[in-house]
């Protein structure tokens, strides 16, 4: 228990590893597997997220992998990612937010708990483009999923249930997502 951990390299292999502590990643062709963190968050191109147990994700940059994870919530910014078949269970505010994050495909995810399940922009840059499909999420406080700021999204076969707000939310104030399907 302690501070946090820095690496700032391309190639950083970070595995099985168990600590209390956050490790921050900078560089490309990183990958991260196998951990139990307070968090990862990781910032450049092709790097690999995988089968972690963490509180949070918060992946920045292009081409990354973020799949198979068990986390609390997660912040997603940039474009070209996948994340798939991670289960997101948050008891709090966001369980993924989608910040200024175009052309991503996001699938077979589980969320569950959070206030807003999927939150696209939510009082920030919003995401185009980005690929919704086969997605759960469950027990949401106030939204589902939330696409408060964002144009040409796909949304197939998701499953939104047992929420206590509205399943799915489109804009907010001035803002008014258009062209999204």
Do not use: C
Not at 13 to 27: K, P, V
Not at 49 to 63: E, K, P, S, Y
Not at 67 to 81: C, H, K, W
Request: proline share 1%.
């Amino acid at each position: 228990t302690g501070g946090d951990v820095l690496a700032n390299r391309n190639r950083i292999q970070i595995t099985n590893i168990t600590m209390a502590t956050s490790f921050y990643m900078t560089g490309n062709g990183s990958q991260a597997t196998e951990n139990t963190l307070t968090a990862i968050h990781v910032t450049g191109s092709n790097n690999t997220v995988r089968d972690n147990h963490v509180r949070r994700i918060t992946a920045t940059g292009t081409l990354n992998f973020i799949v198979n994870n068990d986390a609390g919530s997660m912040a997603l910014i940039g474009s070209r990612n996948v994340v798939d078949g991670n289960s997101f269970i948050e008891q709090g505010n966001i369980g993924m937010w989608i910040i200024d994050a175009y052309y991503n495909t996001i699938t077979n995810n589980v969320e569950k708990g959070a206030n807003v399940g999927i939150a696209i922009g939510y009082a920030n840059p919003g995401g185009s483009y980005n690929i919704f499909a086969g997605n759960t999420v469950e027990q949401g406080g106030h939204y589902g999923i939330l696409l408060q700021n964002g144009s040409g999204n796909v949304f197939y076969g998701n499953r939104i249930a047992r929420n206590s707000g509205v399943g799915l939310g489109l804009g907010g104030g001035r803002l008014k997502p258009e062209n999204n399907l």
